[in-house]
């Protein structure tokens, strides 16, 4: 094993706290089958095509074949997918009442082709009713086209989330590079003068971020802590023991922890952690929940993200948790109306 000044740096191994794949140099892969399978099923599932010959709906993804897996080589992800897809759908003829069924096949939506690129076929079961198969071929062409960006965008940020590890450059460059305010008025921040050693020692920021949603602190709350609303909003199972020492497991394992402190409709404070963060390594995690009319603010302070890590970070709460739950809430709201 070489030293600090021999050999080719990027195969130094001290300056990581679990020696694991220093700078990302070594090729790592990671399987994105069963991921990709259940992602594409939330993205299409259900969409909703209305024009004026009609309103057609996404049935069941009835065909599923293929893989898509995440390498990471150099500090780089390289993705690889191919996938060969057969959704059903249904609609109704606006002026006739007339009901019709037919198909929508995907046969290759793979890495080597853009979306706009990838072939769609829309298919009608015989009889008439040609004008909502127009539309499928027109709007709810579109529509999918849509949804295969969000599978694909979600692939490259939500299924990624810890692939690139800690790295001694990174750490670097951030302690020399000085953040400027923006000037203008934005909702989440990161304090790098906070770098602290947690864990493990590594090189760690703090986070802080605010989002304001639709909803009474009360309800807010029951959402971080009750088991049935996490399953809901993370469309995983799910680990919640929302009391003191109680542990929390969540996104497949992708994030774990345990609840330090909670007062109800206040405060929940956790050990909070990704499963590719160094091991033993946790954050510290304060959610603190302001009542406003009828809304409530929620502010976020993660404290111990290694450093390389705090992109994916901020990313996970706003993609992973703080979207979601706007549409949970939404749903909620929609149902009851």
């Known amino acids: 094993m070489a030293k600090w000044g021999q050999g080719d740096p990027r195969w130094i191994v001290e300056e990581r706290a679990d020696a694991t794949n220093v700078n990302n140099w070594h090729w790592t892969e990671r399987d994105a089958t069963s991921w990709s399978k259940r992602k594409l099923k939330e993205v299409l599932e259900g969409l909703v095509v209305e024009g004026e010959a009609g309103r057609c709906e996404i049935g069941d993804l009835k065909h599923v074949e293929g893989e898509a897996s995440c390498n990471s080589r150099k500090g780089k992800l390289i993705f690889f997918y191919e996938w060969n897809l057969r959704l059903s759908w249904k609609g109704t003829v606006k002026e006739s009442g007339e009901k019709h069924k037919g198909s929508v096949e995907i ?6 082709n853009e979306v706009d690129d990838t072939e769609i076929n829309v298919s009608k079961k015989k009889g008439e009713g040609d004008v909502l198969k127009d539309l499928m071929r027109t709007e709810g062409t579109t529509k999918v086209r ?4 969000d599978y694909l965008k979600a692939l490259k940020t939500e299924f990624t989330l ?3 590890l800690p790295t001694k450059a990174p750490v670097e ?3 020399a590079t000085e953040r400027k305010p923006s000037g203008s008025t934005v909702q989440d921040s990161v304090t790098p003068q906070s770098l602290d050693m947690v864990g493990v020692k590594i090189p760690t920021v703090r986070i802080q971020m605010r989002e304001v949603f639709n909803s009474p602190a009360e309800e807010l709350y029951s959402i971080f802590t009750k088991k049935e609303l996490v399953q809901k909003f993370s469309k995983c199972p799910a680990v919640i023991e929302a009391e003191k ?4 497991q969540m996104f497949e394992g992708c994030v774990s922890g345990e609840y330090t402190e909670l007062v109800p409709s206040q405060r929940i404070v956790l050990k909070w952690r990704c499963r590719s963060w160094p091991d033993e390594h ?3 995690v304060a959610l603190n929940f302001q009542d406003l009319a009828a809304q409530s603010e929620l502010e976020l302070e993660c404290k111990g993200v290694p450093v390389s890590h705090e992109e994916s970070t901020r990313q996970c709460w ?10 949970l809430l939404q749903q909620s709201k929609d149902s009851m109306e």
Request: net charge negative; hydrophobic share 35%; aromatic share 10%.
């Open 107 to 112: 046969p290759n939506l793979s890495e080597e």
């Open 146 to 149: 849509e949804a295969l960006r």
């Open 162 to 164: 810890g692939m690139i």
């Open 173 to 175: 460059q951030e302690l």
């Open 245 to 248: 020492g109680g542990k929390l």
């Open 282 to 284: 946790y954050a510290t």
């Open 318 to 327: 706003k993609k992973q948790y703080f979207e979601e739950i706007h549409v």
